[in-house]
């Protein structure tokens, strides 16, 4: 068959709208929950024109995650309809066993700059990396797993393991430093934080990756573990070990090494955080509360693990333990403010949604969910741009809502060659 070597590559973007950065990138995205939708989101909301991959009639399990939102007899998962959004969806039974799935995969291929995937079995399916860049020398290939791929070493049996989030977090050295210290068991961090961390290594990888090809026309594949994004973002852990032979140990909110920098509850039963590093800020705090800089010295009370672990330094802790726990959480925040003491209130999804100082940064914006066909709020973009900003264009869409205009637009099918895929099931 290999009609793919006789199409035309056609630039991007010719079906989403012209906006950001990115405009002129292509991404096609094979994956789900949570760590490829999600790079594949932030390139798309800078103006890539992104084809998200889902199996036919079955869609991408992302879509059924609870919480879901329903409207009348329309029904759509809350993470979908955040991270979906300015996508197009092109059904694909992905098997090399099949002529022309393999001929409208090696197609988007040659018209793609990016290939985002966390399936882990691609050989399996007949896909390798020497293939597509034949294809597309140019091509940028994200792999996106637990333990990592095999050809950029490790232990096969390890690179082949499944994995979620909390796995990640857990075998990656994160779980082990958060939480409070022994007898409490060690905590994951919510909201799949380790699925995100590894898309936003994942989104530098494939950015790094796409300047070098378009410099030198020569593509490359980029691997992204969750395990060692993880681990990436453990500071100084792995020195602390090599260097000096110590293993970080969970502290629950307290900060080791100075203070004040600590969770501490407040008279009306929430919380606030209270950080204050070097001899400066310190010094500030320690004036805050009342108290004798001379004897509630940096030095000997809050400047070291010795000092802050202090019969000096655990009267200092236990002084603004009882300071804070007798205020208001807002009005002691706006007092140590005045004072240019840094400090914060735990929020709540709640609290943030009625942020004044959330609402004039933009950080919420309104748009059509393709699949409940109604209006949506959602969280907006980070980071802000001056020249080139984010926007949605379009909600989340339905499965396969953009399957015939790609296959059309891009691809160059007639109709009746759609009409005979989709017969067939390839569609």
């Known amino acids: 068959m290999e009609r793919w070597k ?37 390139l798309a909301e800078y103006g890539a024109e992104v084809i998200h991959i889902e199996r036919p009639k079955v869609g991408d399990p992302y879509r059924e995650q609870a919480p879901v939102v329903k409207h009348g007899d329309k029904r759509v998962s809350a993470g979908w309809i955040q991270e979906a959004r300015n996508k197009l969806s092109l059904t694909l039974e992905i098997n090399f066993r099949i002529p022309e799935s393999r ?75 958060n939480g409070f210290p022994e007898p409490s068991p060690p905590s994951h961090a919510a909201t799949f934080i380790n699925d995100y961390l590894t898309a936003m290594f994942a989104v530098n990888g494939i950015l790094m990756a796409y300047i070098h090809a378009q410099k030198t026309g020569q593509g490359q594949a980029v691997d992204i573990a969750q395990i060692e994004a993880m681990s990436k973002v453990l500071n100084d852990t792995f020195v602390q070990y090599f260097l000096l032979g110590k293993v970080r140990e969970r502290k629950g909110n307290k900060v080791a090494i100075f203070q004040p920098g600590n969770l501490f509850k407040t008279i009306d039963n929430k919380y606030l ?3 204050a590093y070097g001899p400066a800020v310190y010094g500030r705090f320690i004036k805050a509360l009342g108290l004798d800089l001379d004897k509630y010295s940096h030095e000997a009370a809050g400047g070291s693990v010795e000092a802050i672990n202090s019969e000096l330094g655990l009267e200092l802790n236990q002084i603004a333990t009882e300071w804070v726990a007798a205020r208001e959480a807002e009005k002691a925040k706006e007092y140590l403010l005045n004072l240019k003491v840094p400090c914060g209130i735990v929020r709540t999804s709640a609290e943030l949604a009625d942020s004044e100082h959330y609402e004039k940064r933009g950080n919420f914006v309104q748009y059509v969910d393709e699949t409940l066909e109604e209006t949506v709020k959602a969280f907006g973009f980070c980071p802000k741009m001056s020249a080139t900003p984010a926007q949605v264009w379009r909600g989340a869409p339905k499965i396969g809502q953009d399957t015939e205009v790609i296959l059309h637009t891009i691809l160059g099918y007639s109709e009746s060659e759609i009409v005979d895929f989709k017969e067939k099931g390839v569609i």
């Open 273 to 275: 955080y209270i950080g």
């Open 103 to 177: 001929e409208i995969f090696l197609s988007l291929i040659k018209n793609c700059d990016v290939w985002v995937e966390n399936m882990v079995w691609t050989e399996k399916l007949g896909i390798t990396e020497k293939m597509l860049l034949e294809v597309n020398p140019k091509l940028v290939i994200a792999h996106i797993s637990g333990f990592g791929r095999p050809q950029f070493g490790g232990v096969p049996s390890e690179c082949d393991r499944p994995s979620y989030d909390p796995i990640g977090q857990a075998e990656g050295g994160y779980m082990y430093v």
């Open 6 to 42: 006789e199409i035309e590559r056609i630039p991007a973007p010719v079906i989403v709208p012209t906006y950001g950065p990115l405009t002129g990138m292509r991404v096609l995205m094979t994956g789900s929950i949570v760590a490829a939708p999600f790079s594949a989101s932030l």
